[in-house]
């Protein structure tokens, strides 16, 4: 009974069982980046072109057609990673242990930082010069 709703589904609507599958949206999303970086490199040949012709339009225009496509396949590949068919990210109870896609920042930002010491600003710069003069007294 299931595959008869299938098939009649496929015969009504082939565009969503594929959108479904993920199949056509993953090799649609392939074909525009592979397009953008073709180009791309278009874009770099008439950046070369302008900047050995000594023709600032030219190169202008060579380094806009470069920036259009790379955001163009950026947004593309994005698309495909996070169609239908992409897998979710595992997720633990700690935020900054959770996988994620891309950089990301672990314990917003503080766990490199050194702990601030109380005093005015002179103060931290009078006992940050006194170390460092320590430290040459030292090393001679």
Do not use: C, Y
Request: proline content about 4%; cysteine-free; charged content about 20%.
């Amino acid at each position: 009974m299931l595959e008869q709703i299938e098939r009649g589904l496929s015969a009504e609507d082939p565009k969503f069982v594929s959108t479904l599958r993920g199949t056509s949206l993953r090799r649609r999303a392939q074909q525009r980046a592979l397009i953008a970086g073709v180009v791309f490199v278009l874009g770099v040949g008439i950046l070369l072109a302008g900047a050995m012709t000594k023709l600032v339009p030219l190169g202008v225009a060579g380094f806009v057609v470069m920036l259009g496509s790379a955001v163009f396949g950026l947004n593309a590949l994005r698309t495909q990673n996070t169609g239908p068919a992409a897998a979710a990210p595992t997720q633990s109870a700690h935020p900054s242990t959770r996988s994620r896609r891309g950089l990301g920042v672990v314990d917003g930002g503080k766990a490199h930082r050194p702990a601030r010491t109380s005093g005015s600003f002179m103060d931290r710069m009078e006992a940050r010069w006194q170390r460092r003069r320590n430290q040459q007294n030292r090393g001679f």
